[in-house]
C-alpha cells in the first residue's frame, strides 16, 4: 500500500465524519428538541467515560448496557440460524418442500417484531423468552432464503462429479454443499444479526428490561435525547467494527 492510499485510508473517513459532525450541528439549529454534539457530549460523557459502573437498573454505562442487550441478540441469534440453517438446506435440495412452505415463510416473514413479542409473552409468560422468541423468528428468515439461493445456485457439474465418484449423502453434504453455500450462508447470517438487533431494541424497550432499548426508552420518555444519540451511535459504530473484523478473517481463511 503506496503513501497515498495510506493516508486516503485515514483521511476519508475523518471527512465523512467531519460532514456528518456539520449537517449534525446544522440540524440542531433548526429542530429545537435536537441537541447539539457538543451538548451531546457534555450530557453523556459520563455513560462513556465510565463505561462498566452501574448507578441503578437503568442509570448504568453504556459497555453494561451493551453487554444485557448482547446476550439476548446472541442467544435468540444462534436460536434462529440453529433453525433456519437446515431449514435452508432441505428448501434447496427438494423443491417440493420449497413449493409446500413458501407460502408460510412469504405469511411470517413481514410480520413485525411488534407483532412477534406480544405472542411470545403469552406462550412464555415471561419477557426474557419472549424476546428470544421474538428475535429467532424475526432474524432467521435471511438465512433461511440465503442458504437456499446458495444450495440452488450449485453448479450441475458438482452434483454430477458426486453422482460419479458415488458419493454418499453425507459425504456430498459435507464436502460439496456446505463449502459451495458457505458464503451464501455466512451472507445470511450477516443481515440476521442485523435484524435480531433491531429486534432487541424494539424488544427491551416494550418491556422494559435493563439493556439498549429499555435505556432508550426511559430516556425518551424523559425527553433526554443526548444520551439517545450516544448510545445508538457508540454502540452502531463497535457493532459494525467487530463485523467487519468478522468478514475480513472469513475471507483471508
Not at 471527512?15 to 453523556?44: F, H, Q, Y
Not at 446472541?74 to 427438494?94: D, E, H, K, N, W
Given at each position: 500500500?503506496t503513501?497515498?492510499?495510506r493516508l ?13 459532525v ?6 440542531s ?5 435536537l441537541p ?8 453523556s ?5 465510565e463505561?462498566?459502573?452501574k448507578r ?5 454505562g453504556?459497555?453494561l ?8 441478540v446472541?442467544r ?12 435452508g ?8 418442500l ?10 411470517m416473514r ?17 419477557s ?5 422468541f ?7 428468515w ?6 437456499t439461493?446458495?444450495?440452488r ?9 458426486a453422482?460419479?465418484l458415488r ?9 460439496i454443499?456446505?463449502?459451495a453455500?458457505?458464503?451464501?450462508v ?19 424497550m416494550l418491556?422494559?428490561t435493563?439493556?439498549v432499548g ?15 444519540l ?7 459504530f463497535?457493532l459494525?467494527?467487530?463485523m467487519?473484523m ?8
Amino acid at each position: 500500500m503506496t503513501l497515498t492510499q495510506r493516508l486516503a485510508t485515514i483521511l476519508l473517513p475523518l471527512c465523512g465524519i467531519a460532514l456528518a459532525v456539520l449537517a449534525w450541528t446544522a440540524a440542531s439549529r433548526v429542530v429545537n428538541d435536537l441537541p447539539s454534539p457538543i451538548e451531546t457530549w457534555r450530557e453523556s460523557r459520563l455513560y462513556v467515560l465510565e463505561p462498566l459502573t452501574k448507578r441503578g437498573e437503568m442509570d448504568q454505562g453504556i459497555l453494561l448496557l451493551a453487554y444485557y442487550s448482547l446476550v439476548r441478540v446472541t442467544r435468540g441469534f444462534l436460536l434462529g440460524i440453529a433453525i433456519a440453517t437446515p431449514l435452508g438446506f432441505l428448501l434447496g435440495v427438494s423443491p417440493a418442500l420449497t413449493r409446500m412452505f413458501d407460502p408460510v415463510m412469504q405469511v411470517m416473514r413481514p410480520i413485525s417484531p411488534l407483532a412477534w413479542l406480544p405472542l411470545g409473552l403469552i406462550i412464555f409468560r415471561k419477557s426474557e423468552p419472549a424476546a428470544l422468541f421474538a428475535i429467532a423468528v424475526c432474524s432467521m428468515w435471511p438465512t433461511v432464503i440465503n442458504t437456499t439461493a446458495g444450495v440452488r445456485a450449485i453448479p450441475q457439474d458438482y452434483w454430477n462429479v458426486a453422482k460419479v465418484l458415488r458419493l454418499s449423502r453425507t459425504t456430498t453434504f459435507l464436502k460439496i454443499v456446505v463449502p459451495a453455500t458457505l458464503p451464501y450462508v455466512f451472507t445470511g447470517y450477516r443481515l440476521s444479526l442485523g435484524i435480531a438487533w433491531l429486534v432487541i431494541v424494539a424488544s427491551e424497550m416494550l418491556t422494559g428490561t435493563p439493556g439498549v432499548g429499555g435505556f432508550l426508552w426511559q430516556e425518551y420518555n424523559s425527553l433526554v435525547y443526548a444520551h439517545i444519540l450516544v448510545t445508538i451511535g457508540v454502540i452502531g459504530f463497535l457493532l459494525d467494527r467487530l463485523m467487519g473484523m468478522a468478514e475480513t478473517r472469513l475471507r483471508t481463511t
